[in-house]
T-cell receptor, first 112, second 115 residues
């Protein structure tokens, strides 16, 4: 089955700097790669996703890149703000029934 | 903004007891899911549900687990006889579509503590 590895497990950045989180996946059939943000006491919330026919997608300060050949995808947050502090999860999925395989998560701390 | 709601937010139970976790998915969504997250571990898929039947389930979802949509709005997860290792945060999710087209919306979770 699919296995998703995520690095780093923790990331501390200065406000205004960029943050990058990287994930690799094992199943070449995976074609959907969402990123979730989880704040304390809340459920995961989708922040951006990318499908296998696209190499890069951007939404304001957040961007995701996908390299299908190397089976890795990354989340980039630019101009970080304190409210970006949260746990970020990458995930991968094939066309199966909403079965997301999650990475272990990255605790991002943005310090003022 | 529509959201997935879960109750209870926290439940403490004795080993061997039955537990029912409840979820109200987003109203126009057709696909429903349960995931769980044991403390310090990955979020894991348990089961997906569509058209009043299970679409897919993981190895975790054994005979102790069941899901039901008892009416037009609720979606429940039942654990028949809880074990210590069932202690986790359980997340319900729903989507309008499935597969690579369907964004999953998660609830805030129900924390289950088995003593």
């Amino acid at each position: 089955g699919e296995n998703v590895e995520q690095h780093p497990s923790t990331l501390s950045v200065q406000e205004g700097d960029s943050a990058v989180i990287k994930c690799t996946y094992s199943d070449s059939a995976s074609n959907y790669f969402p990123w979730y943000k989880q704040e304390l006491g809340k459920g995961p919330q989708l922040i951006i996703d990318i499908r296998s026919n696209v190499g890069e997608k951007k939404d304001q300060r957040i961007a995701v890149t996908l390299n299908k050949t190397a089976k890795h995808f990354s989340l980039h947050i630019t101009e970080t703000q304190p409210e970006d502090s949260a746990v970020y999860f990458c995930a991968a999925s094939t066309d199966s029934w909403g079965k997301l395989q999650f990475g272990a998560g990255t605790q991002v701390v943005v310090t003022p | 903004e529509p959201e997935v709601t879960q109750t209870p937010s926290h439940q403490v139970t004795q080993m061997g007891q039955e537990v029912i976790l409840r979820c109200v998915p987003i109203s126009n969504h057709l696909y429903f899911y349960w995931y769980r997250q044991i403390l310090g571990q990955k979020v894991e898929f348990l089961v997906s549900f569509y058209n009043n039947e299970i679409s897919e389930k993981s190895e975790i979802f054994d005979d102790q687990f069941s899901v039901e949509r008892p009416d037009g709005s609720n979606f429940t997860l039942k654990i028949r006889s809880t074990k210590l290792e069932d202690s986790a945060m359980y997340f319900c999710a729903s989507s309008e579509l499935t597969g690579a087209g369907g964004e999953l919306f998660f609830g805030e979770g129900s924390r289950l503590t088995v003593l």
